[in-house]
Structure formats: structure tokens, C-alpha cells
């Protein structure tokens, strides 16, 4: 699951996502199929939280 300068979310119709750092700062937030450009960010661990009306993923990431 590492990603570069990109991010790409293909998510369920009305999920939304937030991608934070590590310290829980939230850096970008996207929706249904979205492209999130990263590369003003550094590279390190992240996390993508998705939220639909039925549940709450976080995903682990690492930037390169």
C-alpha cells in the first residue's frame, strides 16, 4: 500500500475519506472516486480513515 505523489480513492458512493498524519492532523479529505495529490507531503506513515452511514475503516499507509 505505499504511495508517492498520488493517492487514489475508489470508494463506495457517499463514503468519505479523511487521510490524517500521525498525529492525527488531517492533511486532505476526498469522496467517492478521487485523486488526492500528495506530494507536498513527507514521507512517513499516514492513516486513511472512510467513514459510509454503516462503518469506519482506517487504513494504514505509507508515503515513499
Not at 472516486?33 to 506530494?39: F, G, N, V
Amino acid at each position: 500500500n505505499p504511495f508517492d505523489d498520488y493517492l487514489f480513492l475508489h470508494l463506495p458512493a457517499g463514503a468519505q475519506a479523511q487521510l490524517l498524519d500521525a498525529y492525527g492532523n488531517v492533511l486532505q479529505e476526498g469522496q467517492d472516486d478521487q485523486t488526492l495529490e500528495t506530494s507536498a507531503i513527507s514521507r512517513g506513515l499516514y492513516f486513511l480513515h472512510v467513514r459510509d452511514q454503516d462503518q469506519h475503516k482506517v487504513i494504514k499507509l505509507v508515503k515513499r
